[in-house]
């Protein structure tokens, strides 16, 4: 089999195994699956390229990086980490970053992002004095394998964890509740669902922003598209000084939504962005790798996943 390995989808030892095990090709024409993560874009013009091509294996849990309708159209194949979710419940380190980021929340600690603007703010030790983790409410949208993780553990630190889930009807030491609304009352409300046609815009002014009370509050991003509505994102931070957000990456967005959400359009600290890092600890990007690889291999030999 030719494989074709995109710029930056596979760490030094996993590419070693690919091209022990395959020929690797550098011309698209030639491939027969093609290896990519999700700062590798596949629309359909650069997918019209592979000619021959039989699969994709993206070493991510998302696929909205890839044009899947091209695909199902071609006969394409996807293989993403989510195939075998089971295996996927070892990487920890997008949970890890999700719980890091709720309490840094938590504590007012926004300066991810180095904007080069009134860096003496940050030096002001008022700026960081918002409730001790111990003494926060923290809300979940989505009990998915990140949301159950964060609220494992953040029922042992804080003083509540209420999460909103409609496929879960309760789960141990957390408050469910009916409405995202519900939610608006909380400290931090991290958002970790997974990105649906149900889920797209499920954080808008009327389900959730009009509802938060006075009181400073966070809201941590850390799922893929545009879960949480840019415009009414915008609205809300312009209308709420209180109002925080964070995001582990804008790419989900459209262009005309990351213009509404410049950072350079608010005042410093208000969105707080990371480069997409939230699963990008070494060893995790090694073990996403193994599994990806791991579910090529059964795929090519005509097995089941799990």
Not at 33 to 57: D, M, P, Y
Not at 124 to 131: G, I, M, P, T
């Amino acid at each position: 089999m030719n494989v074709f390995i995109f710029d930056g989808s596979i760490a030094n030892s996993g590419r070693k195994k690919v091209i022990d095990k395959y020929n690797v090709v550098n011309e698209p024409s030639q491939a027969h699956i093609a290896l990519c993560r999700f700062s590798n874009r596949l629309g359909s013009v650069q997918l019209k390229e592979f000619t021959r091509l039989l699969c994709i294996v993206t070493f991510t849990t998302g696929t909205d990086h890839i044009d899947t309708a091209y695909c199902k159209c071609k006969g394409i194949h996807i293989i993403c980490l989510f195939d075998d979710r089971r295996r996927l419940e070892r990487i920890r380190a997008s949970s890890e970053f999700a719980l890091i980021s709720c309490m840094m929340a938590a504590r007012g600690v926004s300066y991810w992002v180095n904007t080069g603007r009134e860096p003496t703010k940050f030096m002001d030790r008022s700026f960081y004095q918002h409730k001790e983790v111990c003494e926060s409410i923290f809300g979940i949208v989505g009990l998915g394998r990140i949301g159950r993780y964060v609220a494992e553990n953040l029922t042992t630190i804080s003083k509540s964890v209420v999460a909103y889930d409609p496929f879960i009807a309760e789960t141990s030491g957390v408050q469910m509740v009916q409405r995202l609304a519900d939610l608006a009352s909380c400290d931090v409300v991290l958002v970790s669902c997974t990105y649906s046609r149900e889920t797209e815009s499920l954080v808008t002014s009327s389900s959730f922003f009009d509802h938060i009370l006075d009181g400073p509050i966070s809201l941590v991003n850390v799922a893929r598209g545009p879960i949480v509505n840019a415009r009414d994102l915008r609205q809300a931070l312009l209308s709420n000084i209180h109002l925080t957000y964070y995001c582990d990456t804008m790419d989900s967005y459209s262009d005309r939504d990351r213009i509404l959400l410049d950072v350079s359009s608010f005042e410093v600290g208000r969105i707080c962005v990371t480069p997409h890092i939230a699963g990008s600890a070494l060893s995790a990007i090694e073990k996403a790798d193994e599994l990806g690889l791991q579910l090529l291999e059964k795929w090519l030999n005509g097995r089941d996943y799990c």
